[in-house]
């Protein structure tokens, strides 16, 4: 029986993970955090190899497997902070070279859309919100393609800046989602869609000069951000349900840890018949469940990484969703 190891460390988060038969044995992450300010590679690069060997060891012994039984290291390669992933590659160099296993590069962006499969979607539109990335991607063809997505920032660093703008530290998702359920009165801000593209820069300096000028509530303006926002990401996602003639959506990236735009979601897809699907929180930001998860369906399918090639793998820093040749599906 396969037991598959995954390793996450494309940006804040080092987590690791033990997969069998796509069961999940466990799955133990933690987090670069900081009080004021945003993420600094190099600090979340010295988090990663500060508790690497910690959060392994705990993660074997949740799942109750000995390092031995371990048949393959799937690990993130790209996209994401170079600094950061070469801890992960690393780690995984170690680890093979240590139990004479192979390895399996795994793109970040793929394995939070393929961890949906857990929700029981089959073919769905994704909706991929995350802090770097912002698309509407559809499989066909040997290819996760991408209807549509953000011109210029990706709605997690969106609200994470808007976050700092209000000096709370990183990452300000949650933090933003608490004051917008407070706030009562909706602010107009700027709607930008265009085709099926989003863009958020403008809205995040609007954003800023009604912070500045110390003239609006921050919990109405954290409501009027979410409703703003979330409205442009469900009108693009409804119009690729409408566009492909898809039946599910799923949500996946860690901004779909918010609940106001589950709900939106929810609210589109039971409009037009479609049904929704949503991973658990744990899956749904950076984790190693969902790298081990995928690394098991493509080590299946005989993708992996042994011997000398190992020394020549490399991170993939700017990897995009739509490079990747999907040969597993
Ligand atoms: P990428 O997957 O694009 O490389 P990432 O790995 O940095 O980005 P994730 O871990 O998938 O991102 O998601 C982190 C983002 O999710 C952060 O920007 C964080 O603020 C946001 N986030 C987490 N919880 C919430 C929430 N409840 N509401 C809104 N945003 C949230
Ligand atoms: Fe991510």
């Not at 390895?103 to 539109?125: F, Q, S, W, Y």
């Not at 602010?187 to 958020?200: F, H, N, Q, R, S």
């Not at 110390?214 to 693009?236: G, P, R």
């Not at 589109?268 to 749904?284: D, I, Q, T, V």
């Amino acid at each position: 029986m396969t037991i598959i190891l995954g390793i996450e460390s494309t940006a804040h988060t080092f987590g690791i993970s033990l997969v069998r038969k796509g069961k999940i044995l466990s799955n133990i992450r933690r987090s670069y955090t900081t009080e004021k300010g945003g993420i600094i590679p190099l600090d979340a690069a010295k988090h990663h190899q500060e508790n690497k060997k910690e959060i392994y060891f705990e993660a074997l012994e949740s799942s109750g497997v000995s390092e031995e039984k371990i048949d393959a290291i799937a690990v993130s390669q790209g996209p994401g902070l170079a600094p950061c992933l070469l801890e992960g590659m690393k780690f995984a160099k170690e680890l093979s070279k240590k139990l004479e296993k192979p390895i399996i590069p795994v793109n970040h962006c793929i394995a939070h859309l393929e961890i949906g499969r857990t929700t029981g979607a089959k073919d769905p539109v994704m909706l991929y919100v995350s802090g770097a990335n912002t698309q509407i991607i559809a499989y066909s063809f040997f290819k996760f393609r991408i209807f549509g997505e953000t011109l210029d920032i990706g709605v997690g660093n969106f609200i994470d800046n808007f976050a700092r703008y209000m000096g709370i530290g990183f990452p300000g998702g949650p933090a933003i989602q608490e004051l917008a359920e407070k706030g009562k009165k909706f602010i107009e801000l700027p709607y930008k869609v265009k085709g099926m593209d989003i863009t958020l820069s403008g809205i995040l300096t609007n954003l800023r000069q009604k912070i500045e000028s110390d003239k609006y509530n921050i919990n109405d303006l954290a409501y009027s951000m979410q409703e703003t926002v979330f409205a442009m990401l469900v009108e693009t996602a409804e119009r690729a349900l409408a566009h492909t003639g898809k039946k599910e959506l799923l949500l996946g990236g860690g901004v779909a840890c918010n609940s106001r735009l589950q709900e939106m979601c929810k609210i589109m897809c039971k409009e037009r018949g479609a049904k929704f699907f949503c991973p658990s929180n744990n899956l749904l930001q950076d984790n190693g469940a969902m790298i081990a998860f995928l690394g098991e369906i493509m080590f299946k399918k005989g993708i992996n990484v042994q011997g000398k090639a190992i020394n020549e793998l490399d991170i993939k820093p700017r990897q995009r969703t739509d490079d990747v040749e999907v040969k597993w599906r």
